[in-house]
């Protein structure tokens, strides 16, 4: 088939009419809904149903929501009102035109589809074949056909730039003309350019678990926010933003995707780091986290005292700790338990058996604290019977001694004076025990040992846990401070002291998967026994190997118990063949087992530049010089990778003059492009221009697995251009063998 770009092609004219007549009907559109809500369209309003609303009310704002959602729909699809056009003639059937946008857009007055939305069923033509005979999944069951048309356009605002008629070599072409083009300050949306591997992991069904191991630039965490996207329009009559989770690394890569879901037309999705959402779960009673990176503790490290690091890392995330601590908890609750019973004033009020018995068994579903709690109305209405007793059985003994008294003595001032002084005798004892009965309650609490999370997980470490893994932790407790590997075994103890909020969730995408530890997806699946998920990650990338999984086999059975799918996406989409090569031979040094090698897309560029400097003051000059030539060249995102925090907080320092470069921090949660010096610990997930490995020396990367994975981490990163530094002798990882 012929290929043709604008202004040549033959249909020009065409599209350029039937896009006038799509914008005519998209304003049309809004304004019927602007007037309906009384919103304007590119009025960021969000519309919440309390809690305390009606049935009646809660269907209105539903209702009004769903409007909302649509006018804004709508007036993105006015700056951009669809990307491709195809036509379909079904078995059987009339000829069919399809427009596909990034968002649908239906005609209200006659109900007519105007715009397929990308996630419709018919999108599929798109996304997995060229012109022929061709077939997609539709509600009704599966409909066949001939694509005789698939035509990608460009489009903004009212204009038509360019489009391709489908050919290999004009598909190739478009997507390079994407791929090409230089990055913004955000993660891009990709509808117009996604592959058929990555369309089988956008639409994997719902009810299935997916693990998609995918090479570096594969597109892994954008298509795994669009598959959010896909999951929440192919479920929308049951499925909501609010029931899924987005778990990312880090606050900053949360910022750096915090526009993709809302320019998809997907709002309301939970997004937070594993850290987060732990310490959302403890609330009060979670620890200080201490916010230094293990990742930069490894990096500054010697390989003994790494591996010394490995094996306590590994430990506190594996199954067998998690087990260890339920273990420890079942058998603690029974322990904290008064060993002689409840007594109080001589008087058994519950008997040890009976202890047990309404707190290990009638209380079983309640966490310890709240235990304790209900415990103590038992003991409140027992002691109240006993009180009763004892003040019913002083007043006798009061009465007997009274009628003794007017008994033997004369009626007299002497003998009221005795019977006034027995009597407030008698009153004052009883009021005494009214104060005891009282303060007994009030100290109830103390009858059991501290539970705060901290003493707890304290005890369990030195009774249950090896002298290297107390060596670990122990200090940081005293300082009442946690590490992050700590947080599983915390939520673990939290859940049986005080119990964890419960929010009904369906689905959770995790992104950089490989670096969450068993321990941690374990309690995941506990905590959302209905969630289904999608893991997405790089064992190639794996730099938290101690902490996360080497395998995926240690997720499959253990923690999914087989009932998971694991697909991969071996393409490239981010580096061009000259990066990506050089990266491929640096992987293959330390290689996963078993890991497909990456292919980059056919997209060519300049080849990666090995600098290596006598000293390091000549190296600086070179780094300013190079960053100079790519802010002319027009480059939007740069950055400088250190290898540790100490290093770029050197190479700021040295720049900050001279250049406008920015210091990024592990608690920075505002990711805005420009020249950012980076240490290596933060750079996994994000995509920039262009990239400096500031310092490549033999020094500083031995020729081991961990800083082959880190490095290859670095080389990943750049769309463009690739240039790396050293002093002295270059890292033999980047020599050829």
Known sequence: METYTLPDHPCSLAEARHLAQTRQIIQREIDKLEKETGISAEEDQLITVPASATMDEQVMLDILRMKVDTLHNLARSRRQAYFAHLDFIPDGGSPETHYLGRWGVHDSSTLDVVVADWRAPVANLYYSGQVGPMDYEAPDGRVTGELTLKRMLTVEDDKLISLFDSGVVSQDAYLQGVLGAVSSDRLKEIVTTIQAEQNLVIRHPLRQNLIVQGVAGSGKTTIALHRIAWLLYAFRDTLRPEQMMILAPNPLFLSYISQVLPDLGVERVIQTTFAGLCQTWMGKHAPRLLLSSRLEDKLSGTAASRAAMGDVLRRKGSLEMKRSVEDFLR???????????????????????????????????????????????????????????????????????????????????????????????????????????????????????????????????????????????????????????????????????????????????????????????????????????????????????????????????????????????????????????????????????????????????????????????????????????????????????????????????????????????????????????????????????????????????????????????????????????????????????
């Open 331 to 737: 058998g603690y609750q029974a322990e904290i338990l008064p060993r002689s019973g409840l007594v109080f004033g001589g008087h058994m009020l519950y008997t040890p058996e009976e202890v047990q018995d309404i707190f290990l068994k009638q209380l079983r579903p309640f966490p310890l604290a709240q235990r304790i709690d209900e415990l103590k109305k038992y003991i409140k209405k027992r002691l109240l019977q006993v009180a009763e007793a004892m003040k019913a059985a002083m007043d006798k003994m009061a009465q007997d001694r009274l009628t003794l008294l007017l008994s033997s003595l004369p009626d007299g001032e002497e003998r009221r004076a005795r019977a006034r002084k027995l009597l407030q005798s008698r009153d004052e004892r009883m009021a005494e025990i009214d104060l005891r009965a009282k303060q007994y309650l009030k100290d109830f609490p103390s009858l059991f040992p501290d539970l705060s999370l901290l003493t707890v997980y304290r005890t369990y470490l030195t009774r249950h846990e090896s002298e290297a893994v107390q060596e670990a932790t122990l200090p940081l407790l005293e300082k009442k401070r946690v590490q992050q590997e700590d947080l599983a075994a915390l939520c673990s103890i939290c859940q049986a002291v005080y119990g964890l909020p419960k929010k009904p969730l369906r689905h959770i995408v995790m992104d950089e998967c490989q670096d969450f530890s068993p321990y941690q997806l374990a309690l995941l699946r506990e905590h959302y026994p209905a969630a289904t998920f999608t893991l997405v990650g790089d064992l190639m990338q794996g730099i938290h190997e101690e902490e996360g999984i080497s395998d995926y086999r240690q997720w499959m059975g253990p923690v999914f118990g087989g009932e998971a799918t694991l697909l991969q996406l071996v393409t490239s989409y981010r580096n061009t063949m000259e990066i990506m090569h050089l990266a491929s031979r640096v992987a293959a040094r330390h290689p996963v087992p078993g890991q497909q090698a990456a292919r980059p897309v056919l997209r060519h560029g300049q080849e990666p530049t090995i600098s290596v400097f006598s000293t390091d003051k000549e190296r600086y000059a070179e780094l300013r010089q190079q960053v100079r030539a790519w802010l002319d060249a027009g480059y939007h995102t740069i950055a400088l990778i250190e290898k540790t925090r100490a290093g770029a907080e050197h190479l700021y320092k040295l720049l900050k003059n001279d250049l406008p470069v920015r210091l990024m921090k592990e608690d920075d949660a505002d990711y805005h492009g420009g020249v950012l010096i980076l240490p290596a610990a933060m750079v996994k997930g994000l995509e920039f221009d262009c990239v400096a490995v500031c310092n490549a020396s033999a020094a500083e990367f031995a020729d081991e697995a961990f800083p082959c994975r880190m490095l290859y981490v670095m080389l990943t990163r750049p769309l463009h251009q690739l240039r790396i530094f050293a002093t002295g002798e270059v890292t033999p990882l980047l020599c050829e063998k």
